[in-house]
């Protein structure tokens, strides 16, 4: 038994993670460590699409919590493993293509990942994981995580799913970076099980021809789907490489001048994600609302160098008070993350709705206002109130001394 996996004979499992409210914690413990973001979804979500389950399957946090066991393990390149998953029970995690789940860890940090296939009733989710050199997460993958593992997974999440082109001559552009491909794959697969007669454009890139890791299954698809056109592009190519060169945004604005009334999927590192919206709506005439991402820029990381705990008020069930002291720097999620006393469970992505807290009227007008992303799903939550805020997208920063909030009866 290691301390983060539990072996039996048969089965291994990723222990459950178990929140503890201890009253007297002070939170002056500052976290430090891997980022939580998914490596393969960075961006900026542009749209959303409504999904009508998402209150039903956010109003308690079972109701998205299911146990998924591991089939197989596969490294598709040096740093990038496929991990197949299924439910063992009958309840499998349905989702939309596109959208992302949360894998907890035993001590109750979460790691989020993109579905890379669509849905079918076999319930098998397809993820592809950047392993990372000293990532909590990776180490797991490479040691200890093998087919029979259990693990603890929230989802789905997400709402940068598919829309239904306006015209059938409508163009479908995906551009992606590294495992950035695993949501645009699931897309693609949806879109072309579909039959859609929109033609389909995928702009995948990396530094060399390794980094492609799928190439083959993606020219596959290309010879099987007149439609759809593979387009790699590598920005530090061998020698042999006869391929494009440069930036996928660039390629792509210079193979379609024109995209007025077509549609763009980025999905990626932020910086290409934020070049190709820029080139394309400027250059290219893409509307603003077309260009989709992934919601991760909603993620809120302080910018405050902590060199002070800032005194907080928080109450819980029955009234009963607690005076926390919490690191500058963080968001008030993650502070009070750290000390058990929340799950936020979607990492700060503002997509579960597990970090609500209700603000005292005498504080609200002085924070920082509601984003949309923010607005948007508190307002899907059941028993939305005045005064709730997602405390993911809440820095605590000393203008937050004294603040006065109130978890949830449910939340606890
Ligand atoms: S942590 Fe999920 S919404 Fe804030």
Known sequence: MSGAVTKTS?????????????????????????????????????????????????????????????????????????????????????????????????????????????????????????????????????????????????????NCTRVNPASTSSKILMLATGTGLAP??????????????????????????????????????????GKFHYIPVLSNPEPAWSGEVGYIQQVAARDHPSLNDDYVYACGAPAMVNAARVILTKTCNLPDQAFFADAFGQLVTGSVTPNQLVKVSMHGPNGQSTQLNLPEGSSLMEALRIGGHIKGICGGHASCGTCRVNINPKWVEKLKPVSHAEKRLLTTLDEFRSGDRLACQLIVTKTLMGLDFTIPDHLW
Request: aromatic share 12%; with cysteine; hydrophobic share 35%.
């Open 184 to 225: 645009l794959k699931a897309l693609l697969e949806q879109i072309l099980e579909a039959g859609s007669k929109n033609p389909v454009w995928l702009y995948w890139g990396g530094r060399g021809s390794s980094d492609l890791y799928f190439s083959k299954q993606m020219r596959d698809l290309e010879n099987a789907f």
């Open 10 to 158: 048969s089965t291994q499992y990723i222990p459950l993670f178990t929140p503890v409210f201890n009253p007297i914690w002070t939170g002056n413990i500052l976290k430090t460590g891997p980022c939580n973001r998914a490596s393969n979804l960075l961006g900026y979500c542009q749209q959303f699409n409504e999904m009508p389950s998402r209150k039903d399957a956010m109003s308690s946090y079972d109701s998205n919590f299911y146990e998924l066991e591991v089939l197989d393990k596969e490294f598709l390149n040096n740093s990038v493993v496929r991990l197949r998953m299924v439910s063992p029970q009958k309840r499998g995690m349905e989702y939309q293509a596109g959208q992302f789940l949360n894998i907890e860890l035993a001590d109750g940090d979460v790691r989020s990942y993109s579905m890379a296939n669509v849905w079918a009733n076999d319930g098998v989710i397809e993820l592809h994981i950047r392993l990372h050199k000293h990532g909590k997460f990776s180490e797991l993958l490479r040691t200890e995580i093998e087919p029979g593992s259990r693990l603890k997974v929230h989802g789905p999440y997400g």
